[in-house]
């Protein structure tokens, strides 16, 4: 997914910049983090997450775009307001879990959804297989966005529903 940042036009006339995340995003992807409520953090990483270590820095903004695909959407001043990735499976050749986040102030707006589609045809024509996706049962948001991109679910546990989508 390597590239310039094309534009991004939702419903109603939001626009936004939608390019590879990038490693020198780190401070962009904290001041991010720091923009979401702490419920939004929990339903991002299914627990508790008050802040972002050195190594989850790391790991969310220095991917290879292969394997660990991420993208980011920035507002007209270049702030980053939503991330969508998807990362492979370790020793699963062909399936990847997908994760979204979106900063609060833009909920509802369509631009997770936006993500999802452009994250589901990147791994599509990369050869992914299967595309999985975790959220809390509580998190109807989320639910209905992994529904809308053609996700079924497939079992629940421990407050978790675990999605999958067949490429």
Known sequence: MAGAA???????GPRFGVRPIAADDKPGLL?????????????????????LSTSDLRFLTEVDQRDHVAIVAVDPAGKIVAVGRYSAWAGAPGRAEIAFAVVDALHGLGLGRA?????VGHARAAGVHTLTGSTLNENRPARALLASLGFRPLRSSHGVVEYELEL
């Open 31 to 51: 001041d991010f983090f720091k923009g979401m409520s702490a419920e939004s953090r929990r339903r991002r990483f299914l627990s508790p997450k008050p802040k």
């Open 115 to 119: 993500l999802g589609q452009q994250l």
């Open 6 to 12: 094309h534009l991004l036009t939702l419903p109603g």
